[in-house]
């Protein structure tokens, strides 16, 4: 039988992933990039190691991922690389100390956690999502904090709280939510449901109104080729317990992504106007393609798992 469009995505993008490592390693010289977007290549790499579901008995394509990772977190220096970016020096911190691979010498991690700034782990002046944000990873980092639980954040949660915009005028298409709206509403819910390992609490009313929200952006997207998007609502509707293979929108959101893979795997930048130009400097290409690409295999990886919830 030959691979599924969605088989593809995952075997594609994880292969484009390894065979460009060099440029994750913010130590590399081959990256010309600040040290901010360097971390933070690195961090999404961390995520994708952390959250991407292993194949059974087959080898692991994430291997060699795994290897940087457990080398970068280990490296004094790369948190240090934090400090460039003041406005994100925190997040970076607690993500960094959040996704430490297991047996590791996480000395750097305990150092990092201590340089937080005051204040970042308490609820003021942050919105439901952020606050859901800041939970999620200050739990897996074993921290304490004041974020009240997921139970009292679900219903100003986006999921919830959010409400598609109606049309201009009849008959003239609308986006349901704003680019940055539908990216609170697909992180709420990969933090809420861990990636689709855990239940993300809701039910009824609730649970319709965020599937039927999730379904309308992703009709939008897949009629806009926002491809980053597409790839984490495919996601984001597993999460919401649906089988996106059998959702019409989860399924044009796949044949979609599929369309726009690029032959070496990539999916060449969060959308068709946001694409490398043809011909792009490695780097260059790296730094467009790269977040899309990943994106695209960990909601490849995940979906095409069994689900593990209790």
């Keep these: 039988m030959p691979p599924s469009a969605l088989e593809r995505l995952a075997a594609g993008t994880l292969d484009w992933l390894v065979g460009n490592l060099d ?3 913010p130590f590399r010289a081959t990256v010309p ?4 977007a360097r971390a933070k290549a690195a961090l999404e790499l961390g995520l994708l190691c952390h959250r991407a ?3 059974g008995d087959a080898p692991d394509p994430l291997a060699p991922a795994t290897a940087l990772v457990r080398k970068l977190w280990q490296d004094p220096d790369f948190p240090r690389l934090f400090e460039d970016s003041p406005a994100y020096a925190s997040t970076y911190r607690l993500v960094y100390a959040a996704l430490a691979p297991d047996g590791i010498d996480a000395t750097p991690c305990r150092q990092a956690l201590a340089a937080l700034d005051p204040g970042f782990l308490s609820p003021e002046g942050k919105s439901p999502y952020l606050r859901a944000e800041v939970r999620y990873y200050a ?3 074993g921290l304490r904090h004041g974020i009240e639980p997921y139970a009292e954040l679900l219903p100003r949660s986006p999921l919830v709280a959010f409400r598609a915009a109606a049309p201009a005028a009849p008959g003239v298409p609308t986006a349901p939510l704003t680019v940055p709206q539908a990216y ?3 992180h709420t819910a990969f933090y809420l449901g861990d990636f689709g390992r855990v239940d993300p609490g809701l039910s009824g009313a609730d649970l319709d109104h965020a599937r039927s ?3 309308a952006m992703l009709g939008h997207c897949v009629a806009e080729d926002l491809w980053d998007l597409a790839a984490e609502l495919v996601l984001t509707q597993f999460v919401l317990g649906e089988d996106p293979l059998r959702t019409p929108s989860g399924a044009a959101a796949v044949e979609c992504l599929a369309r726009a893979q690029r032959p070496d795997g990539a999916l060449p930048g969060r ?3 946001r694409a490398a130009e043809p011909g792009a400097p490695a780097g260059a290409f790296f ?3 790269y977040h899309t690409t990943l994106v695209t295999a960990l909601m490849a990886s995940v979906v095409t798992s069994p689900r593990r919830l209790p």
């Design 23 to 25: 440029h994750f390693d």
């Design 33 to 36: 990039s600040t040290h901010h």
């Design 53 to 55: 579901e292993r194949p």
């Design 139 to 141: 739990d897996k980092a």
């Design 184 to 186: 609170a509403l697909t």
């Design 213 to 215: 929200l999730t379904h």
């Design 271 to 273: 959308s068709p106007a």
């Design 287 to 289: 730094r467009s393609a």
